[in-house]
């Protein structure tokens, strides 16, 4: 097997979405940082951490209680968050420790919520329609790739297989909403 080219041998795949070459939405530590980073706005219970989560991820990202109460008591063990009883719900507040390792992780933190972006703007693939769309796009990048395939990798061939697709993603992007 030949060195790889093209376009996904650059690391491109790396931020398509959830589908990429990572789909893990955090790495290892970041739940945590997402959190302090949450709480650093306001005091919140774990629900509404949560909530945040998912809606900072534009959906995609449903956070569970299994990943975030355990990151939250590791972060009051550790003393970067305190927690007390409020209407009985426990409410995590940052602590000083907690900011100061928020300034210390500035740029990481930064990139976390910049791939959440990123992830986000895939939300509206995450519903049953999506899946009957994504089904038919699968099958069409298939046919594409076959076509492409059957010619031997003509440049020709290529070329009108692009405008062929390009034409359908214009059509597409042309599409209205229903009234």
Same mark, same amino acid.
């Given at each position: 097997m030949g060195p790889r080219r /093209? $376009? =996904? +041998? +650059? /690391? #491109? $795949?790396? /931020?398509? !979405?959830?589908?990429g070459r990572w789909s893990r939405f955090f790495d290892s530590g970041e739940v945590r940082l997402a959190l302090l980073s949450l709480l650093a706005d306001a005091p919140k219970h774990g629900y509404q951490l949560i909530k @945040?989560?998912?809606?900072r991820s534009g959906g995609l990202y449903r956070a569970s +209680? !299994?990943?975030v109460y355990p990151n939250l008591q590791q972060l009051e063990d550790e003393g970067m968050v305190s927690s007390e009883s409020k209407e009985g719900k426990r409410v995590y507040t940052l602590t000083e420790a907690g900011r100061a390792e928020l300034e210390r992780e500035k740029d990481r933190v930064s990139q976390i $919520? #910049?791939?959440?972006? !990123? =992830? !986000?703007a895939w939300s509206p693939g995450s519903g049953p329609e999506a899946g009957m769309i994504a089904t038919t796009g699968a099958m069409l990048l298939k046919a594409a790739l076959a076509a492409l395939k059957r010619s031997g /990798? @003509?440049?020709?061939? +290529?070329?009108?297989?692009? @405008?062929?697709?390009d034409r359908a993603r214009r059509e597409i992007e042309s599409l209205k909403p229903s009234a």
């Amino acid at each position: 097997m030949g060195p790889r080219r /093209g $376009w =996904w +041998a +650059a /690391g #491109n $795949w790396a /931020g398509f !979405g959830p589908w990429g070459r990572w789909s893990r939405f955090f790495d290892s530590g970041e739940v945590r940082l997402a959190l302090l980073s949450l709480l650093a706005d306001a005091p919140k219970h774990g629900y509404q951490l949560i909530k @945040d989560l998912e809606e900072r991820s534009g959906g995609l990202y449903r956070a569970s +209680a !299994g990943a975030v109460y355990p990151n939250l008591q590791q972060l009051e063990d550790e003393g970067m968050v305190s927690s007390e009883s409020k209407e009985g719900k426990r409410v995590y507040t940052l602590t000083e420790a907690g900011r100061a390792e928020l300034e210390r992780e500035k740029d990481r933190v930064s990139q976390i $919520w #910049n791939r959440a972006e !990123g =992830w !986000g703007a895939w939300s509206p693939g995450s519903g049953p329609e999506a899946g009957m769309i994504a089904t038919t796009g699968a099958m069409l990048l298939k046919a594409a790739l076959a076509a492409l395939k059957r010619s031997g /990798g @003509d440049a020709e061939s +290529a070329v009108r297989i692009r @405008d062929i697709l390009d034409r359908a993603r214009r059509e597409i992007e042309s599409l209205k909403p229903s009234a």
